[in-house]
Structure formats: structure tokens, C-alpha cells
């Protein structure tokens, strides 16, 4: 689970600096960049509060979640116009479900914001293929309420589980078993759709899989999850293919980058591999802002509180 966070937030800390880097692709993955630190948005800081929940109590208890995505809230990350507004309403006393709900005319929200931060939940139910959508869905509800902005967390989360519990096995799927194994648990819908044309794209370009799968531009989780699914299927075993990949599609790239980070680390871990794995570089994670200081003290908390729990005796010596 801190592997996947690890990749989530330096994949979102890089996409967001990238464009400001004045920078190539191969001059990033040969280390030439800026010497400042690479600066985190809200898929971070979101992140943080789920596995702090679920470091902490093994679950996600959508009230709680709901109050502590409002507390952190920090407008400075770049949030999105419409969380800003949720998460203000939550803080200001309004029921999670009212404040979700009423978006975009009481539809709900379909946007990427559910999918970008729940990779390291799929990570931490590894071998609950059941649990991880279970716990996706609540994780998403408390912010999107729309059937494709819970979908889209759903199918990141599995991917993540998948992607966790294939490196327990020593296993690598291949693209298309990847893929596949996420479709067999989504409901039908545009997302699933769209995952399902990303399965007969993996000999495509980048370019032709971005077009017809969209790269994020539109800020929804069906013009975001397809892609990230169909990169991360691809460069499972290669994070900074990955999330290059995911640079060179352009788009919302900080959110593309989050999302395939936090699945492909979920199976590389973190680390330079003396077998076929590339984990995230070290240098970029050197780079990354430090995770927020209340995050570090919960991380420690959660540790001695649940040093019985067999998921976490996994998680604390490393094994999601």
C-alpha cells in the first residue's frame, strides 16, 4: 500500500511540474531536471486520507472519510471547482451525501477525483478482489455519486489489487489478462465501455490509444480511467515507462500520472529491482514534496495500533 502511494504521489508531484520544467521526456528519465522539489496537488493529499483510514481502522467509514477529506482540504493543491465546493459544504456541516449529491443538477459527479486517489486501497485488499470493489465504492461515494465517477474508482482499485497481488505471486499478466481480470468485476457502463476498447488497443501507439480513450482532458473518470488501465496493462513491470507514457498523452497529466503510478508501483515497488522490475526512480522520489507531516505522525500511530492485524504485519514489512 505505501509502495503504491509512494508511486501515486510522484507520478501526480512530476505531472504537475512537468510542463513548467522546460524539459524533455529523455532528459527527465536520464535525472537532467530542475533541483527544486516537486510539488504535490490534491490527488496527494487525498490519497493520504485514505490510507490513513485504512491504516487506521482497516476500512473506510464513509462519515469519517467524509470529515477528514474536508478537514485536510487545501485549496492551494488544485482542487477542482466542483470539490472545492463539496468539500467546503461538508466542512461547513452539510451531509456528505446532500453536498456529493447535488452536483451537476443531482446526477453526481462523474469526474476522475475518486479514481485518482484510491490505488493504494486496491493495494491494501490485495487478496480481497470482493473487498477491494466493495471498499472502492465507499471510498468514491463521499465525493461522487454518479455511477461513472464510482466505476472509474472501482476499476483503478482492482487494477492496484490485481497489480499488488500478481507481485506477492511473483506473476506478471499479461496486458491482456490485466485488463480483462478488472472488466470481469465492473457493471456495464461507459467506463467499462471504454476499458473493454482499451483491451483491443495494447498494439496501438500512444497517440491512437490517447485519442480514441482520452487522456484525461475532459476531467471525467471515463475519459480518464481507459487510458491509465490500458498504460499501466502495457508498462506494469516499468514505472518510469509508465508514467512518460502517460507525460507523452498530454491531458491532465498530473492525474493520468497518479493513477498509473500508484497501480504499476503497487507491482514494482519503489526501488531499482536486480531482476526484470524498474520501480520509481530514486532520484524522482527524492524529488517529491516530503507527504504531509500529519500523514507521518498517522502512519506511525497506525503502526503500533495495528502491529497484530495480519494485513498490516504484510503492509509494515513491505509485502503491498
Same mark, same amino acid.
Given at each position: 500500500?505505501?509502495?503504491?502511494? $509512494?508511486g501515486?504521489?510522484v /507520478?501526480?508531484?512530476?505531472?504537475?511540474?512537468?510542463? #513548467?520544467?522546460?524539459?524533455?521526456?529523455?532528459?527527465?528519465?536520464?535525472?537532467?531536471?530542475?533541483?527544486?522539489?516537486?510539488?504535490? !496537488?490534491?490527488?496527494?493529499?487525498?490519497?493520504?486520507?485514505?490510507?490513513?483510514?485504512?491504516?487506521?481502522?482497516?476500512? #473506510?467509514?464513509?462519515?469519517?472519510?467524509?470529515?477528514?477529506?474536508?478537514?485536510?482540504?487545501?485549496?492551494?493543491?488544485?482542487?477542482?471547482f466542483?470539490?472545492?465546493?463539496?468539500?467546503?459544504?461538508?466542512?461547513?456541516?452539510?451531509?456528505?451525501?446532500?453536498?456529493?449529491? &447535488?452536483? %451537476? +443538477?443531482?446526477? *453526481?459527479?462523474?469526474?476522475?477525483?475518486?479514481?485518482?486517489?484510491?490505488?493504494?486501497?486496491?493495494?491494501?485488499?490485495a +487478496?480481497?478482489?470482493?473487498?477491494?470493489?466493495?471498499?472502492?465504492?465507499r471510498s468514491?461515494?463521499?465525493?461522487?455519486?454518479?455511477?461513472? *465517477?464510482?466505476?472509474?474508482?472501482?476499476?483503478?482499485?482492482?487494477?492496484?489489487?490485481?497489480?499488488?497481488?500478481?507481485?506477492?505471486?511473483?506473476?506478471?499478466?499479461?496486458?491482456?489478462?490485466? #485488463? !480483462?481480470?478488472v472488466? +470481469?468485476?465492473?457493471d456495464?457502463?461507459?467506463?467499462?465501455?471504454?476499458?473493454?476498447?482499451?483491451?483491443?488497443?495494447?498494439?496501438?501507439?500512444?497517440?491512437?490509444?490517447?485519442?480514441?480513450?482520452?487522456?484525461?482532458?475532459?476531467? !471525467?473518470?471515463?475519459?480518464?480511467?481507459?487510458?491509465?488501465?490500458?498504460?499501466?496493462? @502495457?508498462?506494469?513491470? $516499468? %514505472?518510469?515507462t509508465? =508514467? !512518460?507514457?502517460?507525460? &507523452?498523452?498530454? /491531458? +491532465? =497529466?498530473?492525474?493520468t500520472?497518479?493513477?498509473?503510478?500508484? #497501480?504499476?508501483?503497487?507491482?514494482?515497488?519503489?526501488?531499482?529491482?536486480?531482476?526484470?522490475?524498474?520501480? =520509481?526512480?530514486?532520484?524522482?522520489l527524492?524529488?517529491?514534496?516530503?507527504?504531509? /507531516?500529519?500523514?507521518?505522525?498517522?502512519?506511525?500511530?497506525?503502526?503500533? @495500533?495495528?502491529?497484530?492485524?495480519?494485513?498490516?504485519?504484510r503492509?509494515?514489512?513491505?509485502?503491498s
Amino acid at each position: 500500500m505505501l509502495d503504491s502511494l $509512494d508511486g501515486l504521489s510522484v /507520478g501526480d508531484a512530476l505531472g504537475a511540474e512537468f510542463p #513548467i520544467m522546460r524539459r524533455s521526456i529523455p532528459a527527465l528519465r536520464a535525472g537532467d531536471f530542475p533541483d527544486r522539489q516537486w510539488g504535490w !496537488t490534491d490527488d496527494t493529499e487525498m490519497a493520504c486520507t485514505v490510507v490513513a483510514e485504512l491504516s487506521g481502522h482497516g476500512g #473506510i467509514d464513509q462519515d469519517r472519510l467524509a470529515a477528514a477529506f474536508a478537514r485536510r482540504f487545501d485549496p492551494s493543491r488544485d482542487y477542482g471547482f466542483l470539490a472545492v465546493d463539496t468539500l467546503r459544504r461538508i466542512r461547513d456541516g452539510v451531509h456528505w451525501r446532500e453536498a456529493a449529491g &447535488a452536483a %451537476y +443538477d443531482r446526477q *453526481g459527479s462523474c469526474g476522475n477525483g475518486a479514481a485518482m486517489r484510491v490505488a493504494p486501497l486496491g493495494a491494501f485488499y490485495a +487478496d480481497e478482489p470482493e473487498r477491494v470493489a466493495a471498499e472502492a465504492v465507499r471510498s468514491a461515494q463521499v465525493t461522487h455519486l454518479h455511477p461513472e *465517477g464510482v466505476a472509474g474508482a472501482v476499476a483503478v482499485a482492482l487494477a492496484a489489487g490485481q497489480a499488488a497481488h500478481a507481485r506477492l505471486l511473483g506473476n506478471r499478466p499479461t496486458p491482456r489478462e490485466f #485488463i !480483462t481480470v478488472v472488466l +470481469d468485476r465492473l457493471d456495464d457502463g461507459e467506463t467499462s465501455r471504454l476499458i473493454r476498447r482499451a483491451r483491443t488497443l495494447l498494439e496501438a501507439s500512444v497517440e491512437e490509444a490517447a485519442s480514441e480513450l482520452g487522456n484525461g482532458s475532459l476531467v !471525467t473518470a471515463q475519459n480518464t480511467v481507459p487510458f491509465t488501465l490500458w498504460v499501466a496493462a @502495457k508498462h506494469l513491470d $516499468d %514505472y518510469p515507462t509508465a =508514467i !512518460t507514457t502517460c507525460i &507523452a498523452a498530454d /491531458g +491532465d =497529466i498530473d492525474t493520468t500520472s497518479a493513477i498509473v503510478g500508484g #497501480i504499476v508501483a503497487a507491482y514494482t515497488g519503489t526501488g531499482p529491482d536486480p531482476g526484470p522490475l524498474v520501480g =520509481i526512480p530514486p532520484t524522482w522520489l527524492a524529488a517529491r514534496e516530503p507527504l504531509p /507531516g500529519w500523514f507521518r505522525t498517522t502512519r506511525q500511530s497506525g503502526r503500533r @495500533k495495528n502491529s497484530g492485524s495480519g494485513r498490516l504485519r504484510r503492509w509494515l514489512s513491505g509485502a503491498s
